[in-house]
């Protein structure tokens, strides 16, 4: 017997009248705890794009970081280098001192040795020569110092950016996270139980309704070599906790998993699902093999590895492990193939 209907939590009455992902709807009352589920849903959803958002942030961050160092230490180069033309430029300038700096005309009249004073004037010239190559790669270096130096502060102050962009997704991701979990822990131990009946029936409807559309008859392809070592890798990963902002090896989210999947298999694709919808080749989902990646919900939020016969592995959300689900379990945005 189906347990009575639950008070919706404050909050949940926003997902009433909102078309869920399975694109699911009944001419029935609706079912609170069915908006429940889709309220959950939601939250979780808009989780995961702060997440991709701070992973985004933490890849440019340490860029950013390493640029910062690599600048630092050509700063310091050229500071030693400065440091060394200057001791040597002071030397030369000296010596010139020291030979009272007479023009040529003057040392001719002043020596009885012609040939002496034109060997002396062919080093003179070689030590003008000299000493203003000298001269000229100290303005050259003082001027990369500045340019260096500008650089620098430029990436310093990326940084600082990317670091504030990092701390404000991790905020909205653990307070929508905190939304869902009160959503769901104030539920009975039975609505819980109907509450995840209920996510599973979603999730199998759509995948019927994807699959009755005929789209899985034409996607008949066999993976790559890559692809299957990309799918090797991700379905070993089975059962390992979603953690959001990991990349392994004892936990993922969504887009960890599909990023170390193909790095295993020797293939750098971008971190995030959102930055691999952008930047990998796309494909039709008629054109689709094993190894490929579908990108899921409008904001490219999610994204799973199609392993074949209409599944993928996925890292689905916090409080779920990696799996198997079906492909057309969720609104599919589109499809990209990381070894095109």
Known sequence: MAPPPVELPPGASGGAGRPSDTGAA????????EEVRREIDDLYR?????????????????????????LAEKIVRNQLRLEDLKQRAGAAARAQYRSGGLPPEARLMLTG?????????G???QGMKATNDLLAELTRTQDDLKTYTA??????????AGRLKKEKAKKEIERRIAAAEKLEAGLEKEERARLARLESDAAAKAQAAWLGSGALEEINRASS?????????????????????????DSYDCSGLTSQAWAAAGRTIPRTSQEQWRLLP?????DMRPGDLI?????????????????????PRPGRNVTLAGAGSMRILGVVRPDR
């Open 26 to 33: 009944s001419d029935a009352a609706p079912d609170p705890l």
């Open 46 to 70: 808009k989780a995961a794009s702060a997440t991709d958002a701070y992973n985004l942030a933490e890849e440019q961050t340490a860029k950013q970081s390493a640029e910062v160092v690599r």
């Open 113 to 121: 040795d012609p040939q002496g004073f034109l060997d002396g004037a």
């Open 123 to 125: 080093r003179v010239r």
């Open 151 to 160: 650089d620098a502060g430029t990436q310093w102050g990326k940084l600082e």
């Open 225 to 249: 070599a890559q692809g299957r070592k990309a799918i090797e890798f991700a379905t070993r990963q089975i059962g390992k906790p979603y953690v959001w902002g990991a990349e392994g090896p």
């Open 282 to 286: 796309r494909i039709g989902i008629k």
């Open 295 to 315: 990108i899921y919900h409008d904001d490219a939020s999610h994204v799973g590895m199609y392993i074949g016969d209409g599944a993928i592995v996925h890292a």
